[in-house]
């Protein structure tokens, strides 16, 4: 006989059956970006990957930490792979910047190679392409403590490896953040539930991030991401030394507004006014030469939120926070 649970008290509920990607073929639920690429890379046979060096260390030290062999590549000013000739058994990473790479630019990058994994963590919205292994992680975009989707011809695989992800035992910095914002004690916890992260194997998507996912609204974030990345481009177009909408289309939901602007003390200033956001990667400076691009983005570039938590005021906010700090 299988019991239930009835009665006791009433716990947070959500609304149902909204999970932006569904269904059970060609598709699996994980606990974290970093292992939902190493699954990919698993799926796809092979024996070594091809990374980006503009990449967050937390992928490469995932692979690396289940013996996975890498190679590394360099990008272009325009984010094109430079010097990548992989070998028959060797898989690729691809990385949707920003989320500002529409599918069209990421199927021509992926047409000339084999066994292409596509990072979408930045791209949530970005639709899998066929002959690829898609990689999608959902707190970038929506409130939840961990998550993360690969899309692709028998992603399902292995699932049976895999245990059970329980993520709400380090969740709490979610109703913190509601009462006592992002600062003290909600970074503090927030950091627990970073470390347990870092620490978990690959698992399982948990009950609680999945029960989140099928309750959100997604085309109240797709609607407010792209109108402020609409926004901020019309405001910082001018003085930004980056061009984010060179690839950028209808199809394209951001995760931030790249913005560069050459000045080391500008995110300081930005921090001070309490706009949380940091410079991605900037364990590369101490990796790479000076003359790289990812040198040059990991030092400058301040992703600028745009998330659908806000709006124009925010970002006029920053703007005036940018002008009146800045040399332009």
Known sequence: MIFMEIGSFIELQFPNGKEFYKGNKNIIRLNSGRAAIWHAFRITGCERIWIPYYQCDSVRNFLLKKDVKIKFYYISDDFMPINLFPEEDEAILLVNYYGVMSSTRMKELSRKYDHVIIDNSQA????????????????????????????????????????????????????????????????????????????????????????????????????????????????????????????????????VYPLLIEDDSLLDKLLKSKHFQGHWWSYLLGEIPEDTIEYWISRYVIPITIDQRYGKTELEYIRKIIISNTEI
């Not at 993360?148 to 109703?175: K, M, P, R, W």
């Not at 989140?212 to 109108?227: Q, V």
Request: with cysteine; net charge neutral; proline share 3%.
């Open 124 to 255: 949530f919205f970005c639709k899998p392409l066929r002959k690829s292994l898609s990689v999608y992680s959902a707190r970038k975009f929506i409130g939840a403590p961990d998550g993360a989707y690969v899309i692709g011809e028998d992603a399902e695989q292995y699932a049976g490896d895999y245990e059970q992800c329980f993520s709400s035992d380090t969740a709490n910095f979610l109703l913190q953040r509601i009462e006592y914002g992002c600062e003290g004690k909600t970074y503090e916890s927030r950091m627990v539930n970073e470390h347990r992260i870092d620490r978990e194997d690959i698992k399982l998507m948990s009950k609680l991030t999945r029960t989140i996912l099928d309750g959100t609204d997604y085309e109240f974030i797709r609607k407010k991401r792209r109108e402020n990345f609409a926004f901020a481009q019309k405001i910082f177009g001018d003085i930004n030394k980056l061009n984010p909408v060179k690839y950028y289309a209808d199809d394209c939901v951001p995760m």
